[in-house]
């Protein structure tokens, strides 16, 4: 089992930048395929980025590709997103999650979910 806890988030002005980061405790990190997620008010929760265990290879939703980046520290046990130009369509909570699945390119299959962070973007 893996606990994953969220931080980085706050509210940035459009154009703007943020880094969320994801800790895991619990089983290392580096065992699990590493997703980001959100969702907006009202809205269904949508793909953000995944990362693979080990190699670091990426998968993004259309929506944040060449604005959003994935990263991973598995020394630190920890998964980041870095959020650049940020819209004010961007505005959601932002959650981590974990597979041990090796799909990284597959959105579904996560089995353990952070409680997110909040991101607002102000036009």
């Known amino acids: 089992q893996v606990q994953l806890v969220e931080s980085g988030g706050g509210l940035v002005q459009a154009g703007g930048s943020l880094r969320l980061s994801c800790a895991a405790s619990?089983?290392?990190?580096?065992?699990?395929?590493m997703g980001w997620f959100r969702q907006a008010p009202g809205k269904e929760r949508e793909f953000v980025a995944a990362?693979?265990?080990?190699?670091?290879?990426?998968y993004y939703a259309d929506s944040v590709k060449g604005r959003f980046t994935i990263s991973r520290d598995n020394a630190k046990n920890t998964v980041y997103l870095q959020l650049n130009s940020l819209k004010p369509e961007d505005t959601a909570v932002y959650s981590c999650a974990a597979k041990t699945s090796m799909y990284y390119a597959r959105t579904d299959g996560y089995n353990y979910w952070g409680q997110g962070t909040q991101v607002t973007v102000s036009s």
């Open positions: 619990g089983r290392t990190s580096s065992s699990y395929t």
């Open positions: 990362i693979s265990r080990f190699a670091g290879n990426t």
